[in-house]
């Protein structure tokens, strides 16, 4: 990089040069150094390389053998040949994790270790016979009902805890695996996805983002992100925000005589213009920077292993970073952090706390359990029986020590749900991939189930709730207000003339009607739907906007002044034949009109038009095509004569003094299928609210046809101006408790602005007034719904119309465009939040009675009746299996009969409490039975008290059968978490869940028939496994007694898994998902380092997170650069323990946290 840079400080004469390259440039007249040179400039110092190394702009495009006008011959060997020579337009994504290395990353897992080191340790001790035969000495510790055979197999146990370590392993690799590729897979969807328009033969194409190659002349307009650098050939108005390659807020304006540079990854805020492309892929500047990251990232992998051990491992997998990316840009960037991120999901907050509060009590209980045992062994064999210790002895006491080691770790094992991160992955990877087909593109994993807790949404009205295909129906022109489309003949030359060509000429070139694809289809609009409309009541005047446009290209415009929403305007000035000049306006009609002082009368002359006038038309015209739900645009012009050129960079004098030569009104009709989708989201106790730029009678309209405003509700709608007066004090500024008094009735929200509408969101977000805190989703498409998008907890962009600006700052990318798939995103979020909750049911019921068994039974019988190999069976299918079985529960019209759960409600709630405690009370009575007088009742030798390495007992054996069969039975109690009665409810329409069941039924035969000694089963006879059967089915009657106590009952059940307390959530707090992940990670630190091995699995699910950010070629890594660059204020980078501590010491350091919460 170095010597290239250095390479454009002196160039040799061009011909010398010419002849040097050409060879190595394959017959292009420049080579890749020098365009990489040339890139690396900016403004003045790039135009004057230009002009010395190729004469002007148009030297550079022959040089690069192609036209300006025409574009590239579309010749695939030409194309082929400038890849090889310039590159793709392609990023090679960092390799993805091998399935070994996935392996590995599996068995740093804390508890398996332990495991491991138990199952080592006893495996060595079966090996190793004392000296002199088992003296009396060491007493009866292994005589018993041991014979030869059995001897011999002492190494069974732990080989067979190694075994069950290895499937523990590749199960979670596996799964790992199996995710990556998804998600790989997905993102090279959404990849795929992104066009870009070119000029190819003088025809405007659509190609795919990576098809692009050096020498193409692209088009780009208001709302792109450029996948390419290039050198601007002519551009109108251009404005870009360069902030994602130099951290510069402000926006950047491009001219092809002042800076004509144009990076990758950059956005185009306004106007719109043609470029030359001239680095591709990794020569382009982004491609640049991501080689560095890329070769960083073997040392940022080190790094973030030596920050996991030291982070306890939750902050890094907790929180899904923007990406760990971003070199010395982090700092300046980290300056402005105004941007607060986003808040940890919902859901992860709640699991987290759940988590660590579960590994607390586990931790204790196996603590508790093994040192009962030690003690028991030791005070019975050296102090009852008055032995001493042998030193040949010492091989069989340490036996016993591990045995008892084994225990607790098994203990410990079983509390642990670890299974529950599995089950959050697998829930949100299922309905991601299913939500695909429901149109929902998702890009940000838990923005799935976030969509569950929604409680308003903020919807654009264009495109979302309409179908964006607008149709001119009503216009005002020469003093008469049409209805419907006049006859060209009823109207003078002289003002069809004008109107024709204030249409054709102000609007994007790019614009166009074209034929339909399929017989009797509509014509297809091409370009912005608004001049659609217009270009289209042209055609219907029996006009042609085509040959005007030929007539004067886009080279020939003089000087355009582009739409932006503060203009809402756009103006084109254009060269009169006779050396004046004519400015052609258009825009919203009641900004418009008040710039205008004349107005053509019906035989197309002058008419002056005053305010007066103007309120007359406001009343007659305006608000009647308003009130009809129409869109009102009005269209003027203006005459400079010869010699007063005006100044054109003033452009409040140049567009004032403006004719009015008409007014149209453009219907965007609702979907139809919109009025049903909204009533639906009424139902389940979400608000939809409509913002959007247009006139309030038309934003009321329309909300009063969906459904969002109905009669004799007490509801607001305002205009922006009305909004601001309202939520702002005297000194301008906004006040939360004015914003909560609009809010809440607030149902329309006309001629915003996107300040607006951030502020709207943010205001709900923050507002803590109302029985619980807002989650609001928010749906927009313009580059200006960006700021709104990112704030909101759930931003959908428009996947058809959406500008790529939008699509970056989303979540979810609507692939259709309709409200209707937001409400399927509604019921998938919802379902997303009750497989998790259904898992928790079962997952808990089973842990409670394990470890109680375990505990009970080795502190009573100094034997867990439950074996390490038996529990991890238990842990390892119910948990893997169950979270797959619960978590692909199809979801159902019913989750959206309920209200959101919103930010505060526990995880658990009361009746679920009253399910686990329930089941759990019938499971343990049960099997406390069976070990106590079990062996009475089926007439059987007792399994208590057993020797060291007796055999399998058929008492344990039904007792470890019974606890299966009651697991599986409670699963399908578990289905249901709302106290409802049918839990077969709906259960065919789930083969997963089927299969399960049953294959962990045939599994369990299998297991107890022929598991024999490492199971430590032994084979049961029929009437035996009719018992446990029977005892199994019981759990559904069961179920059904506990579905009967009412809840209201039970005041003493608390409910668990709360997201942080309103108390503990302070504004700093909401902006720093932060302190609460530093608080887990305190109590993980005091030795909950068993969680570990559940965050790691969590962290999985924030892998998938980071893939989407991280991996993915070109394209998407173009389109994911403002999630790497720019936005790094977004990040508070986790991944170093630095950050933690300096939060703590420097309030407003590196963590971003600007109300210097220091942390206790």
């Not at 010491?1145 to 942390?1159: Q, Y």
Request: aromatic residues 6%.
């Amino acid at each position: 990089m170095g010597d290239m840079a250095n390479s454009s400080i002196e160039f040799p004469p061009k011909q010398q040069q010419q002849q040097r390259d050409a060879p190595q440039a394959g017959g292009f007249g420049c080579t890749l150094a020098e365009l990489r040179a040339l890139m690396e400039l900016r403004g003045a110092e790039a135009l004057q390389k230009i002009q010395e190394a190729y004469g002007d702009i148009g030297g550079l495009c022959r040089r690069l053998k192609t036209s300006p006008t025409e574009g590239l011959a579309d010749n695939t060997n030409d194309l082929e040949k400038r890849r090889q020579i310039y590159g793709q337009n392609f990023i090679p994504p960092k390799q993805p994790k091998t399935f070994l290395q996935l392996v590995w990353e599996a068995l740093q897992d804390v508890t398996l270790i332990i495991l491991e080191v138990a199952a080592i340790v006893s495996l060595g001790l079966s090996f190793y016979a004392p000296p002199g035969e088992e003296s009396e000495a060491c007493g009866n510790v292994s005589g018993g009902a041991e014979d030869e055979g059995e001897a011999e197999a002492g190494w069974i146990e732990g080989a067979a805890i190694l075994l069950s370590v290895i499937c523990v392993v590749l199960v979670t690799a596996f799964n790992d695996w199996s995710k990556e590729k998804q998600f790989r897979g997905l993102q090279s969807r959404i990849e795929q996805e992104q066009k870009f328009t070119v000029i190819r033969n003088g025809q405007l194409l659509q190609v795919p983002v990576a098809a692009l190659v050096v020498g193409d002349i692209a088009q780009v307009k208001y709302g792109d992100l450029l996948p390419a650098d290039g050198v601007l050939i002519q551009g109108n108005d251009l404005k870009i925000d360069e902030s994602s390659l130099t951290g510069e807020s402000d926006h950047v304006r491009k001219s092809a005589d002042k800076d004509p540079m144009l990076l990758s990854g950059t956005h185009v805020m306004e106007g719109s213009g043609r470029m030359v492309v001239t680095a591709v892929g990794v020569n382009s500047q982004t491609g640049i920077i991501f080689t560095l990251l890329g070769a960083g990232g073997e040392e940022e992998e080190k790094k973030d292993k030596k920050a996991k051990k030291q982070d306890g491992a939750v902050a890094m997998e907790m929180q899904p970073l923007k990406s760990a990316e971003g070199g010395e840009m982090e700092e300046r960037e980290k300056k402005k952090a105004s941007v607060p991120k986003k808040e940890k999901s919902v859901l992860q907050g709640k699991l987290t706390k759940l988590a660590v509060q579960i590994g607390k009590a586990g931790l204790v209980m196996s603590a508790i359990t093994v040192i009962i045992l030690v003690l028991y062994f030791v005070i019975e064999a050296f102090v009852v029986d008055g032995r001493v210790w042998l030193a040949e002895c010492t091989p069989v006491y340490v036996q016993y020590f591990v045995k008892f080691f084994i225990i607790g770790v098994t203990v410990l094992v079983v509390a642990v749900p670890e299974g529950l991160p599995l089950a959050v992955t697998i829930s949100l990877a299922y309905s991601v991939k299913k939500m695909m087909k429901d149109n929902n593109l998702v890009r940000h994993l838990d923005a799935c189930e976030t969509m569950g807790n929604a409680t308003a949404i903020c919807s654009d009205k264009t495109g979302t709730l309409t179908t964006n295909r607008m149709t001119v129906v009503q216009s005002y022109l020469g003093d008469t207000h049409y209805k419907e489309i006049p006859a060209p003949s009823a109207l003078t030359p002289k003002i069809l003339d004008l109107l024709v060509h204030a249409i054709s000429i102000n609007s994007a070139y790019t614009t166009k009607i074209l034929p339909p694809e399929k017989e009797g289809a509509l014509p297809r609009q091409v370009g912005n739907k608004t001049e659609c409309a217009l270009l289209g009541f042209v055609l219907d005047l029996k006009r042609d906007f085509q040959p005007v446009r030929e007539q004067i290209p886009e080279e020939k415009l003089y000087k355009v002044y582009t739409f932006n929403s503060v203009r809402k305007s756009m103006s084109t000035v254009i060269r009169m034949p006779d050396g004046g000049f004519r400015l052609f306006s258009k825009g919203a009609s009641e900004i418009l009109l008040k710039k205008c002082t004349n107005i053509l009368n019906s035989n197309g002359e002058l008419r002056s038009f005053r305010p007066r006038d103007r309120d007359d038309m406001v009343k007659k015209v305006i608000e009647p095509m308003a009130c009809d739900g129409l869109r009102t645009i009005c269209m003027a012009y203006r005459d400079f004569s010869t010699g007063q050129e005006p100044d054109w960079d003033n452009e409040n004098e140049v567009v004032g003094d403006l004719t009015c030569i008409a007014v149209v009104g453009i219907e965007d009709p609702v979907r139809p299928e919109v009025p049903e989708a909204i009533r639906k989201c009424q139902r389940a106790g979400i608000t939809v609210r409509m913002v959007t730029g247009d006139n309030i009678n038309t934003a009321r309209a329309i909300a009063a046809k969906c459904g969002i405003i109905q009669p004799g509700e007490d509801f607001l709608c305002l205009e922006g101006k009305e909004f601001n007066r309202r939520i702002r004090n005297e000194k301008g500024e906004i006040e939360q408790e004015r914003l909560d008094k609009v809010w809440p009735k607030l149902r329309v929200l006309a001629r915003s602005s996107p300040t607006d509408k951030h502020t709207l969101v943010k205001g709900i977000i923050d507002s803590t007034t109302g029985e619980q805190r807002q989650v609001v989703a928010v749906t927009g498409d313009g580059t200006n719904d960006g700021p709104a998008l990112k704030k909101a907890d759930v931003g959908f962009a428009m996947g058809i119309a959406g500008t790529d600006v939008a699509k970056e700052a989303s979540d979810i990318i609507l692939t259709d465009d309709n409200f209707t798939s937001i409400v399927k995103a509604v019921m998938w979020g919802r379902n997303v939040y009750d497989s998790i909750s259904k898992f928790l049911q079962f997952q808990l019921t089973v842990n409670v009675v394990a470890v109680i068994v375990a505990f009970t039974g080795a502190c009573i019988t100094q034997d867990s009746p439950l074996k390490a190999v038996q529990m991890l069976w238990v842990n390892l299918i119910m948990d893997t299996f169950a979270s797959l079985a619960l978590a692909t529960e199809p979801p159902t019209e019913s989750l959206l009969l309920r209200k959101p759960y919103g930010r505060d409600k526990p995880l658990i709630s009361r009746t679920m409490m009253k399910n686990i405690l329930g089941h759990a009370v019938y499971q343990l009575t049960i099997i406390f039975t069976l070990l106590f007088v079990g062996e009475l009742f089926f007439d059987i030798d007792s399994g208590r008290d057993a020797p060291l390495h007796s055999p399998p007992s058929e008492h344990y054996t039904i007792i470890f059968n019974t606890f299966v069969m009651m697991q599986l039975f409670n699963e399908i109690n578990a289905r249901k978490i709302h106290g409802e009665r049918n839990v077969f409810d709906g259960i065919v329409s789930n083969p997963i869940f089927c299969t399960i069941v049953l294959g962990t039924f045939a599994i369990q035969i299998i297991i107890v028939q022929f598991g024999g000694k490492p199971f430590s089963c032994s084979p049961l006879s029929t009437e035996q496994w009719l018992w446990c059967l029977f005892v199994g089915i019981g759990e559904l009657v069961w179920g059904q007694v506990i579905a009967t106590i009412p809840t209201s009952q039970l005041k003493c059940l608390k409910e668990a898994g709360h997201g942080p307390g309103k108390d503990e959530m302070t504004d700093e707090e909401l902006a720093e998902g932060e302190e609460e992940i530093d608080h887990a990670e305190r109590e993980l630190r005091r030795g909950q380092i068993l969680w570990f091995r559940g965050l790691n699995r969590i962290q999985t699910q924030m892998e998938v997170v980071s893939t989407f950010k991280r991996s993915g070629s070109f394209q998407g890594a173009v389109r994911r650069r403002s999630s790497v660059l720019s936005q790094l204020h977004d990040v508070t980078n986790l991944s170093t323990p630095t950050h933690v501590t300096l939060s703590a010491a420097k309030p407003t350091s590196a963590s971003g946290n600007p109300g210097g919460e220091s942390i206790p």
